[in-house]
């Protein structure tokens, strides 16, 4: 379980082989649609790398 106040809005998650799992998180609360006709994103977006001691999900 991970916390943090800028993690409103995961918008990718991925898990890696070296055992973490990155999450991107957007901020859909900042985004046009949802503010006055004004785009508030801040750039860099958050990256969030996240010990899980897994592998990545692989389909067969």
Known sequence: ?????R?????T???AADGH???TANQPHHQA???PGQDL?????A???IRA???????R
């Open 1 to 5: 379980m991970v916390h943090d106040p």
């Open 7 to 11: 993690l409103l809005g995961p918008d």
């Open 13 to 15: 998650m991925s898990g």
């Open 21 to 23: 799992r990155y999450v």
């Open 33 to 35: 649609t949802c503010q």
């Open 41 to 45: 994103r801040r750039k860099p977006y």
């Open 47 to 49: 990256l969030f790398r």
């Open 53 to 59: 001691d897994a592998g990545p999900v692989r389909w």
